[in-house]
């Protein structure tokens, strides 16, 4: 559940509500709707993967698994935000947020988080599955208490956070009953890869709001874009060789390589163009493409990935 997909260019959460408006807005800020649903779409494509390899489809599971896995998301954006509230109050583009503009008490959100994490873990254990529950957890236990310290300290928390959004797609292969195989790797790894190159544009254009909120991040110091573009060139190469996994694997079809290989293709030429013209401008593009590639890569997966025999 790092985060990823939330620091959207230009948003600022609206300052000026009242009543039932304003209290809508500050849970959905709270609890990081938008992340939130990242999650929880992720970890939709991985059930259905998983029972169509093993088929093992059921409405009831999937229903439990999501609604588990959103609970379980919920409450972790709670507590990062109350374990980051000074951070946020620095930065312009989270200063408005519901803790540090004081509209919500801190004991209040961290009740809430709570609630909301303990629920949504106990929940997948006792209607989906030990595992699954243990993938949750395990997302929750990385983001919270590896990735969010590790941000003032280290600028290698971009890799940690990484990995904590990388496991959800996992929480429902296993919900359906998936075991490790490279399809399951697939996964993992397309979900860490694509979190790369994304969130590098992210940081590199909010650069100096991260330095303000005391964030030890890559982009750090990197006013040209050099090191960031580069990196973000690297870390879509290997996007861009993902895909062949589950078609090695025999769990996705052949034609699979086209579509995967092309929309990473793509993703490569927009980090190349940020490394040849680094503006805010051509970062801006890679980032909004990245929002684009995650959910066509896993429609192509779905459409690729064979049906087992028994279905």
Do not use: C
């Amino acid at each position: 559940m790092a985060e990823t997909g939330q620091e959207i260019e230009g948003e600022q959460e609206v300052t000026e509500s009242s009543g039932a408006s304003r209290v809508r807005e500050d849970l959905m800020t709270l609890t990081k709707a938008r992340l939130s649903a990242l999650v929880v779409m992720t970890t939709f494509f991985g059930y259905l993967l998983a029972a169509r390899t093993y088929g093992t489809f059921s409405w009831g599971i999937l229903g439990h698994t999501i609604f588990g896995t959103l609970l379980t998301a919920f409450g972790s954006a709670a507590f990062n935000q109350v374990m980051e509230i000074d951070a946020d109050a620095r930065m312009d583009r989270t200063s408005a947020r519901p803790l540090p503009a004081r509209r919500v008490s801190t004991a209040t959100a961290f009740v809430l988080g709570f609630l909301l994490s303990a629920f949504g873990l106990v929940h997948l254990v006792m209607k989906v599955g030990f595992v699954p529950g243990v993938y949750a957890a395990a997302t929750l236990l990385t983001y919270l208490f590896i990735y969010t310290p590790m941000k003032v300290r280290s600028s290698w928390n971009t890799v940690v956070g990484a990995v904590a959004g990388a496991l959800p797609p996992l929480i429902g292969w296993t919900a359906a009953g998936g075991g490790v195989t490279l399809g399951a790797v697939y996964l993992f790894m397309l979900l860490f890869l694509w979190q790369m190159p994304h969130f590098l544009a992210i940081n590199w254009m909010y650069r100096d709001q991260y330095v303000r909120g005391g964030f030890v991040m890559w982009s750090n110091d990197d006013d040209d874009g050099s090191k960031t573009s580069l990196l973000a060139i690297g870390f879509s190469v290997f996007t861009l060789l993902v895909p062949v996994l589950p078609v090695l694997s025999g769990e996705a079809a052949w034609w699979f390589l086209i579509p995967g290989v092309g929309l990473g293709a793509v993703m490569l030429k927009y980090a190349i163009q940020f490394r040849k013209v680094r503006t805010r401008k051509k970062a801006r593009a890679l980032f909004f493409y990245t929002l684009a590639y995650l959910p066509l890569i896993l429609i192509f997966s779905l459409l690729a990935w064979k049906r087992t025999s028994g279905e």
